[in-house]
């Protein structure tokens, strides 16, 4: 499941359990009011929102349901957010950093996968290949994951090139392409059709351990920061004290058997709350975009 499917999954999932009247969480006063961008849905397969809606509202649903709504624009969740009718919607980063300034919301729980919430990008490259660095790479041809609705692997590698001082990725590479999961981009390297790819670091491993030729064939050749690609918000009108009430309900998720059988559609071990601290490294790549796109629609203040 990609990060858009995931977040939708989770968002409307989570209605379920903080639901008046669950067993689970029974003295929860009101319904939770979620919210989706489409846009999170739209890059997501085929078909997932109406498997994900089918599943969570026709199986789960019992008559103290909370409300979930698909906002169509980005326009139409900030005024739903200001006008205080959404409580809880999951971001990709990226677009909370763009959201903040317009809307009241705050980063309130994050997504442990494979005991991490980060995810870590790499660049691949074949062994023996006498490329060391990505320094080595000039004029080559790259593959780059994009399976988020935010463009963060061609923004990670666009950033690896400038600390090396090297031109952005469509000046330097020969053909930047593009392919929705990591999978893809590294049997691209590994059966020589590509001389690199950006992948997340959790999919090579995965491969390198059902296929260990694919390590004995493919090298890191450059490795981000743990980076924060998404978040689960909570709106900023709710007093501090129901939004932690809120945080700690759906932290205890995993432990009820309709929550476990959501994060495991959702490939979520279970929902921590978010720390401070957590969205450092992507604020770095943030500025860094924002730089070089500052003439762009999504110009905000630098992040500190």
Not at 27 to 47: F, M, N, T
Not at 165 to 184: C, D, M
Not at 213 to 224: D, F, G, T
Not at 277 to 295: A, C, I
Request: proline share 4%; net charge negative; aromatic share 8%.
């Amino acid at each position: 499941m990609n990060s858009p499917s995931l977040l939708t999954t989770l968002a409307i999932g989570i209605t379920y359990i903080l639901a008046p009247g669950n067993h689970a969480l029974a003295e929860v006063a009101s319904p939770i009011r979620v919210g989706v961008l489409e846009s999170a849905v739209a890059s997501g397969d085929a078909g997932s929102l109406g498997v994900t809606l089918n599943v969570l509202f026709e199986e789960l649903v019992n008559e103290n349901f909370g409300e979930a709504t698909i906002f169509a624009s980005d326009s139409s969740f900030i005024n739903a957010v200001q006008k205080d009718e959404i409580d809880f919607f999951p971001l990709e980063t990226f677009q909370y950093f763009r959201f903040r300034e317009r809307a009241p919301l705050k980063p309130a729980l994050t997504a442990i996968i494979d005991e991490s919430c980060f995810e870590t990008l790499i660049v691949l490259g074949k062994k023996g290949s006498q490329h060391a660095s990505i320094a080595d790479y000039a004029s080559k041809d790259v593959t780059i994951t994009h399976q988020w609705t935010t463009p963060y692997g061609q923004i990670w590698m666009d950033h690896l090139l400038d600390k090396n001082g090297l031109p952005s990725s469509e000046e330097y590479f020969k053909q930047v392409s593009t392919v929705k999961q990591s999978q893809n981009a590294i049997l691209s390297v590994f059966f020589g059709k590509q001389d690199l790819c950006i992948a997340t670091k959790r999919s090579f491993e995965a491969m390198a351990e059902l296929n260990p030729q694919i390590r004995k064939s493919l090298q890191v050749v450059a490795e981000s920061d743990p980076l924060l690609l998404f978040c689960l918000c909570a709106s900023g009108n709710r007093s501090a004290e129901e939004r932690l009430d809120i945080i700690r309900r759906a932290s205890s998720t995993h432990e009820h058997p309709a929550g476990k059988q959501i994060l495991t559609l959702s490939k979520v071990e279970r929902l921590q709350p978010f720390e401070e601290g957590q969205l450092d490294t992507m604020k770095v790549l943030w500025n860094f975009h924002q730089e070089r796109h500052s003439k762009s629609e999504y110009t905000t203040a630098p992040l500190e």
